[in-house]
């Protein structure tokens, strides 16, 4: 990432199996009402930031949760809903055979991955998936071409490893960070504060 530079991060709106503690990982998951009105809202809190927020770069992952929370931060903007682009390295982690499991179940569904994943979450891979280690080199990939402002839309995760990678933060602790779905993150180099 360029010097002086600056990444407006949102995480798609909420979906009915964040709501419930399910893993979706790539899963293709729509959002829901309140997904809807969480998008909305960070739509407006960019709306402070305009006309200079226009001339940003628009990027979200390719899932639709993350399209769909895009579309209405630009509807609510003024801006072409569709004028964007899209980039695989913005996707979810993927939480392989964990997907579609709900949080609650899985020290029945796979007591080992459990017992695994808390002794070191940061290099854990669930069979058929990635780690969080592996999931920052992706997502660093992308971060080191980004050249100009940019607002995005992606997810958890990913939001993650970027603070993690930005701030030089402990990779046990990256994991565990806030994701909120109403507020954006403002990432510049050595950085962060929330809108």
Not at 112 to 130: A, I, L, Q, V
Request: glycine residues 8%; proline residues 5%; charged residues 30%.
């Amino acid at each position: 990432m360029r010097a002086n530079v600056k990444i407006y991060f949102i995480r798609h709106g909420q979906t009915d199996w964040n709501a419930e503690w399910r893993y979706q990982g790539q899963e293709d998951i729509p959002i829901n009402e309140q997904g809807r009105a969480q998008a909305m809202r960070n739509g407006e809190a960019l709306k402070k930031l305009l006309p200079a927020i226009a001339d940003a770069a628009f990027v979200s992952s390719p899932l639709s949760r993350a399209r769909e929370t895009m579309h209405i931060v630009r509807t609510t903007l003024g801006l072409d809903e569709d004028t964007y682009a899209t980039d695989d390295r913005l996707l979810e982690v993927n939480y392989g055979d964990w997907q579609g499991t709900l949080a609650a179940e899985l020290p029945k569904v796979d007591p080992e991955g459990m017992k695994s994943r808390s002794r070191d979450p940061f290099n854990w891979r669930p069979k058929g998936g990635e780690s969080y280690a592996e999931l920052m080199v992706r997502a660093v990939d992308w971060l080191n071409n980004v050249e100009r402002d940019s607002v995005v839309v992606s997810h958890g995760g990913v939001s993650r490893v970027l603070r993690g990678q930005i701030l030089g933060l402990d990779e046990q602790s990256i994991p565990v960070l806030e994701v909120p779905h109403d507020r954006i993150l403002i990432l510049r180099e050595g950085a962060i504060e929330w809108l």
